[in-house]
């Protein structure tokens, strides 16, 4: 249907299917060497564009999120599933959190 960048690094394609329409955002998330208000900027920006898929929709987040989840990841099992390693880094809270 449509494709879009959205920021320096993600992109959202819209697609019909027989079902229901399918969004695909595809990012690459800030290091942890990047300034803060940079990775903010990018969760804001990832965050908006998931808020703005109609509901009904089916979407699909890709890409490399940079993102560690740790021990301290309970209750995103949903998420993150059950089997982690290391210590959540910032990004990974950034990224639990949306």
Known sequence: MEWSPIWESIIVAQFRTKIRNLTIIQCYASTEMTDKDMKAEFHQQLSEKINT??????????????????????????????HVIGNMNEIGELFSEL
């Open 53 to 82: 898929v109609r509901k009904r929709d089916k979407i699909i987040v890709m890409g490399d999120m940079n993102a560690k989840d740790g021990p301290n990841s309970e209750d995103l099992e949903h998420v993150m599933g059950r």
